[in-house]
């Protein structure tokens, strides 16, 4: 059971904007700690891709964005690729245990 | 160009020990936290441990707490994990990454490839 709740996978057609929710807890989001997003595409390491709620690292296309609200956070893709087919991953950190905890991971599946 | 390499893994049997070592390059190692993350196959991501810039601070997951120890030598911009009493539900790919500050708090912007650590007899 992981800290931060994901759905386990979402798809969508070419073109399609689709959502990933991540849901948090009072330890984690509640207190003020940032959103992470990482994507890893299959026998990959995972990569970064939304930093601190709503920032993307340079290379990631703005077809990708994050927000936070509360205990709540998503990540939103536009415009989807076929490339874009992985699994997506939120973090954040606990100041309940110290340490930092992930999502289950959602597998995006472009029709 | 930031690089990460990680080395050690490989198969060892419940009860033994194994250390794992990551290798960067491409940055001011001894500006930055360190995190190793692992991924059992087939599984999601599961943070291991994390170490802030100058060792002062280290972190571990529940689940290896007591036994495995997170370490750095910022002389030779190395990451270690002293991996003990090992079960076979610590298989897995192991990743070294690299944390956007020098607190452990923060998240990493570079992942090594990983290196398979298996526990079996």
């Known amino acids: 059971q992981s800290v931060l709740t994901q759905p386990p996978s979402v798809s969508g057609a070419p073109g399609q904007r689709v959502t990933i929710s991540c849901t948090g807890s009072?330890?984690?989001?509640?207190?003020?700690?940032?959103v992470h997003w990482f994507q890893q595409l299959p026998g990959t390491a995972p990569k970064l891709l939304i930093y601190?709620?709503?920032n993307r690292p340079s290379g990631v296309p703005d077809r990708f964005s994050g927000s936070k609200s509360g205990t709540s956070a998503s990540l939103a893709i536009t415009g989807l690729q076929a490339e874009d087919e992985a699994d997506y991953y939120c973090?954040?950190?606990?100041?309940?245990?110290?340490?930092?905890?992930f999502g289950g991971g959602t597998r995006l599946t472009v029709l | 160009e930031v690089q990460l390499v990680e080395s050690g893994g490989g198969l060892v049997q419940p009860g033994r020990s194994l250390r794992l070592s990551c290798a960067a390059s491409g940055f001011k190692f001894d500006d930055y936290a360190m995190n190793w993350v692992r991924q059992a196959p087939g599984k999601g991501l599961e943070w291991v441990s994390g170490i802030s810039w100058n060792s002062d601070t280290t972190g571990y997951a529940d689940s290896v707490k007591g036994r495995f120890t997170i370490s750095r030598d910022n002389a030779k911009n190395s990451l270690y994990l002293q991996m003990n009493s090992l079960r076979g539900g610590d298989t897995a790919f192991y990743y070294c990454?690299?944390?956007?500050?020098?607190?452990?708090?923060?998240?990493?912007?570079?992942w090594g490839q990983g290196t398979l650590v298996t526990v079996s007899s």
């Open positions: 009072p330890s984690n989001f509640g207190v003020g700690y940032d």
């Open positions: 601190g709620n709503n």
């Open positions: 973090q954040s950190f606990d100041s309940s245990l110290s340490g930092w905890v």
């Open positions: 990454s690299k944390g956007r500050s020098s607190v452990v708090a923060a998240t990493s912007d570079y």
